[in-house]
């Protein structure tokens, strides 16, 4: 039997992918060769680092005798067992030497026990007065105090601690470096070091006070500012810090909430979730005031988009293979796009969508194929697209372009893991006409998507300029990724006015620099 | 804009390998869509033919120094793609087995914009008959009714001998021909008595 299926069924069935999506799968082709690469060297590096390990290690063997036996309790240095009798001073001060050369001297009055003393810790319990521990470093023995409120971590050294009352400890660094804990203190724990000395109390504050050059020694202050270096913020505080997002990209975050306008929908505060980042009203947008180095930035920006405008009429040599249109890493693309946001009636929550675009445009033989990198906030959300393939029809002077389709992802640095989701709804075909005659910066501004237009010139100076084309297309990447992205040396957002203004200006503050 | 002389595929295999990287875009938008849409097909799933896609370029371009013949880089990508599209298909059934597939999560063969009903209508029939069938059957009938391979491209797509993709195909053809049948009857009211 044969079935009828074949040319029936694929005809029936069509083309499910398009070249946005391809153009989405080439890019995670390249960034999943990258992860790989650095996965590789990783793992190189640590067979490496496990082959000399190991290396080492049968070295070491071969060369050291072997012991052939656990390390030992401590004992005293007279042989005796170190156990709770020998932690007792009653009206004299009392040294206590122990079998690995470390000394403790008891105050009158003191007393303590042994918890454990075997060959990994040794562990006592300061039930009352004051010891000096003199410890000898390298014994490979974890030594702890416990007295009162306070544990100690000894790390090789010489120190006091003192129970000045059941709910008060002090503990005094000579030598080296002990680590104290506690509920009392601000995190639990504060570290000292050689001339050091802490108090800690049941319910309060511990201080460190480092004895400075005079040799006074301060009273314990009830805040925990300390001399020296300042104390590390609470857990809560961390967190929050860490959250917080770096100034570059809070930066780019704003210049893509700035972009981010669509002068036609009244919902715009819907979008707009973070009321720091606030969107530009359309009045104030394009005619804010030029400064002087704006209006360098701004000859500049002319100057490139004239130089765009001459490459327009004489286009560069593309590279085409068999009709599918190809990015050109030499090409340039002249020609800055203004695009209307045209979004699809049949969804109305994807009418809050807003196109902060930037553009990749590449000459093909005949149209051209555009590529969009772009941000979009739907509510809470923030989406980037990660190519949307369009088509650019050229022709005396005029560029009209038309979204085909669109990939949408989740930012990384939201949500961890950049999901794929293909978004039909993004399908619609959006037109608009270019600039007639050369486009210049005030042209730029002047339209109605600046965010758009903005981009279009960033592109052209993307192609324009060679060499700062990367640290551009990060820039931009960024920015539309709503990644981190290199702040530019003067990034004064308003001074070109707009949102484009604010677009160029990061732009260009690479740029030119 | 005038006309650029076309780089064969050899010639494209051989400036990857020389490490050129426009060479591999075209290498990948050479091949790319029609891997894709392959994917898509056997597949039913649009999301995962776009990481089939990925996973073969990322393979192929790992691997096309080990590719004897830079002639014939197509069928090697389409046989990449096709041991990835097995792959998917494995793991599918075995969730489908242990239940961790929800029911109706599944695609099916759904016909893109109008399809005459009685096509769409077959198309699922057909569809609902794959899903029984093994991984292996199953994508042998598709490169064969479907993508319309020859037997021999079966073969060297799936990296199986000619005759057992000749039994797959029988076993996968009376599996299909059982189930579209006795739907066909219950679908015209003929039920047996």
């Not at chain 1, 590789?40 to 190991?54: E, K, M, P």
């Not at chain 1, 656990?70 to 004299?92: H, I, K, N, Y």
């Not at chain 1, 820039?475 to 949102?499: F, K, S, Y």
């Not at chain 2, 392959?38 to 996973?55: I, K």
């Amino acid at each position: 039997m044969s079935w009828d299926l074949g040319n029936e069924t694929r005809r029936t069935l069509g083309e499910p992918l398009g070249d946005a999506e391809l153009q989405a799968a080439w890019t995670g082709v390249g960034r999943r060769r990258a992860q790989r690469r650095v996965r590789r060297a990783r793992l190189q590096s640590a067979a490496l680092a496990l082959g000399s390990f190991v290396l080492g290690a049968l070295v070491f063997a071969a060369f050291t005798p072997w012991r052939g036996r656990a390390p030992e309790a401590l004992r005293l240095a007279s042989g005796a067992p170190f156990d709770a009798r020998t932690l007792v001073a009653t009206d004299a001060e009392r040294s206590v030497r122990l079998s690995d050369g470390s000394e403790l001297v008891l105050a009158p009055g003191t007393r303590g026990e042994v918890t454990v003393n075997d060959g990994l810790t040794l562990a006592l319990v300061l039930e009352e007065g004051e010891a000096l521990f003199d410890v000898v470093p390298g014994g490979g023995r974890a030594w702890t105090i416990r007295a009162g409120p306070a544990r100690v971590e000894v790390l090789g050294t010489r120190f006091t601690v003192a129970l000045r009352s059941p709910e008060t400890t002090e503990v005094d660094v000579e030598r080296g470096h002990v680590r104290v804990r506690g509920l009392g203190l601000p995190q639990g724990q504060v570290e000292l070091r050689a001339g050091d000395k802490a108090r800690v109390s049941m319910p309060g504050t511990a201080a460190r006070e480092a004895h400075a050059d005079s040799g006074t020694t301060r009273n314990a202050p009830a805040e925990p500012a300390l001399a020296g270096e300042p104390m590390r913020a609470a857990p809560a505080e961390r967190v929050r810090r860490a959250w917080r997002p770096a100034p570059a990209r809070r930066r780019a975050l704003q210049a893509v909430d700035v972009a981010d306008v669509d002068m036609d929908d009244a919902d715009v505060d819907d979008a707009d979730v973070d009321g720091d980042a606030s969107a530009p009203s359309e009045e104030d947008a394009p005619s804010a005031p030029a400064g002087e180095a704006s209006s360098e930035l701004t000859a500049a920006a002319n100057a490139a988009l004239a130089e765009a405008a001459a490459l327009a009429s004489s286009p560069p040599e593309a590279r085409v293979d068999e009709g599918q249109a190809l990015r050109t890493s030499a090409g340039a693309a002249p020609a800055a796009v203004a695009a209307e946001d045209a979004p699809d009636p049949a969804a109305p929550e994807e009418r809050r969508l807003r196109a902060a675009t930037f553009l990749r445009l590449a000459p093909a033989g005949g149209p051209w194929l555009l590529g969009v990198e772009s941000t979009y906030r739907v509510g809470p959300l923030e989406l980037g697209v990660l190519g949307a393939a369009g088509r650019l029809v050229t022709g005396d002077g005029r560029v009209r372009f038309g979204i085909v389709g669109g990939l949408l992802r989740v930012p990384l640095h939201r949500w961890g893991r950049g999901r794929l989701l293909f978004s039909p709804t993004l399908r619609g075909e959006l037109g608009a006409t270019m600039f007639e005659g050369a486009p210049t910066l005030e042209g730029l501004q002047g339209r109605r998507a600046r965010g758009v237009h903005a981009a279009g010139a960033l592109e052209l100076l993307l192609t324009l300029r060679g060499s700062r084309a990367d640290a551009i297309f990060g820039l931009a990447a960024g920015l539309a990724a709503g990644l981190d992205a290199e702040t530019p040396r003067d990034g004064g957002v308003e001074q070109l006015g707009g949102t484009s203004g604010a677009f160029l200006q990061l732009s260009l503050g690479v740029a030119l620099r | 804009m005038e006309h650029l002389a076309v780089p064969d595929d050899a010639e494209l295999v051989r400036r990857v390998l020389a490490g050129d990287r426009w060479a591999e875009e075209a290498l990948y938008w050479r091949h790319a869509a029609r891997l894709g849409n392959l994917a898509a097909r056997l597949l039913r799933d649009r999301d995962a033919a776009l990481d089939v896609v990925q996973d073969t370029f990322v393979q192929a371009f790992e691997g096309l120094g080990r590719l004897r013949d830079p002639e014939r880089v197509g069928g090697w990508l389409r046989q990449i793609t096709v041991h990835q599209v097995h792959r998917r298909l494995r793991r599918r059934a075995l969730r489908r087995r242990l239940g961790l597939l929800p029911r109706g999560t599944e695609k099916v063969l759904a016909p893109a914009g109008r399809a005459a009903m009685e096509t769409s209508t077959e198309l699922r029939l057909v569809e609902a008959a794959l899903r029984e069938i093994g991984a292996d059957a199953r994508l042998c009938w598709c490169l064969r009714f479907v993508e319309g391979y020859r037997v021999a491209e079966v073969a060297e797509a799936t990296g199986l001998s000619e005759s057992t993709v000749k039994r797959r195909l029988r076993d996968a053809e009376r599996r299909v021909r059982q189930h579209v049948t006795s739907a066909g009857e219950i679908a015209s009211g003929e039920d047996a008595p």
